[in-house]
């Protein structure tokens, strides 16, 4: 079984700062794509920052410039360091894994629990 860790949300003013890490854990062989969503009040989860294994990133617009997505392949964790956060950021952000599966012979999506992001003053 896979579990996905998330640790590092909280409460911040706007302009600031805060990094989420996710860590993730069990019976794997191989993670592809690693990488964070998230959902907003009454809205839908929506792609933050995702990065394969080899580096390369994919990310929304409306973080390009703010935030930054990293991995650790060895750790099988990755970060997310968000600067100049804006109220329109608040949401829960969930961390999201691609994992081959040796066991069902197929990638398999995994999700973490989720972790408040509050950006208020």
């Known amino acids: 079984q896979v579990q996905l860790v998330e640790s590092g949300g909280g409460l911040v003013q706007p302009g600031g700062s805060l990094r989420l890490s996710c860590a993730a854990s069990g019976s794997i062989f191989r993670i592809n794509t690693m990488g964070w969503y998230r959902q907003a009040p009454g809205k839908e989860r929506e792609l933050v920052a995702v990065i394969t294994s080899g580096g390369r990133i994919n990310s929304a617009d409306s973080v390009k410039g703010r935030f930054t997505i990293s991995r650790d392949n060895d750790k099988n964790t990755v970060n997310l360091e968000m600067n100049r956060l804006k109220p329109e950021d608040t949401a829960v952000y969930y961390c999201?894994?691609?994992?081959?599966?040796?066991?069902?012979?197929?990638?398999?999506?995994?999700w973490g629990q989720g972790t408040q992001v509050t950006v208020s003053s």
């Open positions: 999201n894994a691609d994992i081959y599966s040796v066991e069902y012979g197929a990638d398999i999506e995994y």
